[in-house]
Nanobody, 125 residues
Framework: VQLVESGGGLVQAGGSLLLSCEVS????????IGWFRQAPGKEREGVSC????????YYADNVKDRFTIFRDNAKNTVYLRMNTLKPEDTAVYYC???????????????????WGQGTQVTVSS
């Protein structure tokens, strides 16, 4: 599986970003996929995931109502729209599939195993 994240950047607090993750060499439509993040000096944190068939979504409490995850199975791509960004959202964001060994990073039933190189999100105050 290959995952390529994009869309990160520097934004002021209150701003928005749209992260994208294109997945290849993988049966994208059959697996849940999601995002986790890691800030400097902190543990990885599950952010959101979306199920493969009915599109059920899950969010960490600290991003609920601000972030929206959605997927386009025809494009093998998952997105994370992030609104009302806060400085504490600053982190490297990784998209990840559920296939293989891994962790929920505090957000069950999401499960994160393979991931890409990540995309940096920096929110200035």
């Amino acid at each position: 599986v290959q995952l390529v994240e994009s869309g990160g950047g520097l934004v002021q607090a209150g701003g928005s970003l749209l992260l994208s993750c294109e997945v290849s060499k993988f049966s994208f439509e059959n697996y849940a996929i999601g995002w986790f993040r890691q800030a400097p000096g902190k543990e990885r944190e599950g952010v959101s995931c979306i199920s493969p068939f009915d599109g059920t979504t899950y969010y960490a409490d600290n991003v609920k109502d601000r972030f929206t995850i959605f997927r386009d199975n025809a494009k093998n791509t998952v997105y994370l729209r992030m609104n009302t960004l806060k400085p504490e959202d600053t982190a490297v964001y990784y998209c990840s599939t559920e296939a293989g060994s891994g962790s929920s990073y505090g957000l069950p039933p999401c499960f994160f195993s393979s991931w890409g190189q990540g995309t940096q999100v920096t929110v200035s105050s």
